[in-house]
């Protein structure tokens, strides 16, 4: 059996797996996915704002950090849930089976 042949029997039936999941549940993944990348992205920006920050300042204490990290999770989770950046809705028109 060679490589070609192997992969086009494994091929439908991962189109078949792909099939079974409803699309809420494919909804909800990619506004997780989404709320993930904005965390991830915020994380970033903060990192680069608190290197140049000053040590002595508001924000410079572990339990204040602890604070702000989750407020940014917070913020994460409500733009993801108003799909306000359109990752999600991208997700879910190239995952959706209606688009294969």
Avoid at 41 to 65: K, V, W
Wanted: charged content about 20%.
């Amino acid at each position: 059996m060679n490589i070609h042949t192997r992969y086009s029997a494994v091929a439908p039936a991962a189109a078949s797996v792909s099939d079974a999941a409803p699309p809420p549940r494919l909804e909800q993944a990619a506004e997780q996915f989404e709320a993930l990348f904005l965390r991830n992205m915020l994380a970033a920006m903060r990192q680069s704002t608190d290197a140049m920050a000053d040590e002595q300042g508001f924000f410079s204490s572990r339990e204040a950090r602890h604070i702000r990290d989750f407020f940014d999770d917070a913020l994460a989770q409500q733009l993801a849930s108003q799909r306000s950046t359109g990752i999600a809705d991208l997700l879910i028109r190239q995952l959706s089976p209606s688009s294969s």
